[in-house]
Every structure is written in C-alpha cells, then in structure tokens.
Nanobody, 117 residues
Framework: QVQVVESGGGLVQPGGSLRLSCAAS????????MGWYRQAPGKQRELAAA???????NVADSVKGRFTISRDNAERTVYLQMNSLKPEDTAVYYC???????????WGQGTQVTISS
C-alpha cells in the first residue's frame, strides 16, 4: 500500500502561480511514475503532467509552457509548478503513483485549485 498526500491548492487570481506537492510513501519512490491529473466540474479526469523514473516529463498541450513537473527522490515528493494560471485551470488536482512492473496505481485525495478574480 502506498500513501499519497497532495498539498498546495488554493484560490489564485488569473495570471498567478501555485505549486502543488505530492508526497508518496515507499522505499522505491525513485522507480515510481508520478502524475498530476485534474478534474473540473462536469468533466472527465485528465492528465496534466507526468514524470517517469528517469525524469522524462509528459505535459498536456493545454498546460505546456505554463506547468512544470519535477521530482525530488530524496524527499519522495513530486511537484507541479503552475504559472500563468487561467480560470479554465480550475479543478481538483489529483496525484497518481504508478508502480514499476505491476503498474499498480494509487491516488491521492485531491487538492482544489480555483482560479478566479
């Protein structure tokens, strides 16, 4: 069982920035693929950005150039730096942990991000 805890959400004005953090348990954190997904009201959950164990990032076109995903294996944490935020970025952001080999996945409880003036 992997524990996943997100933090860093909040209310920000358009054009502002937020950094989300996701801490995960486990001695093999460095081997996890980590992802940030988001779900807006009435919409399906979608990938925002993911990073594999080699540090290769996959960023959705809708946030490319504004969002950056990174990881700190020593801290067992993945970050999502979000800049130039838009109202359409408003969503609950979820962190997903994907284990190597088995591809077993664990999700965090989600953190609300609201972009509004």
């Amino acid at each position: 069982q992997v524990q996943v805890v997100e933090s860093g959400g909040g209310l920000v004005q358009p054009g502002g920035s937020l950094r989300l953090s996701c801490a995960a348990s486990g001695s093999i954190f460095r081997l996890y693929t980590m992802g940030w997904y988001r779900q807006a009201p009435g919409k399906q959950r979608e990938l925002a950005a993911a990073i594999d164990s080699s540090g290769n990032a996959n960023v959705a076109d809708s946030v490319k150039g504004r969002f950056t995903i990174s990881r700190d294996n020593a801290e067992r944490t993945v970050y999502l730096q979000m800049n130039s935020l838009k109202p359409e970025d408003t969503a609950v952001y979820y962190c997903k942990v994907q284990l190597p080999i088995t591809d077993e996945a664990y999700w965090g409880q989600g953190t609300q991000v609201t972009i509004s003036s």
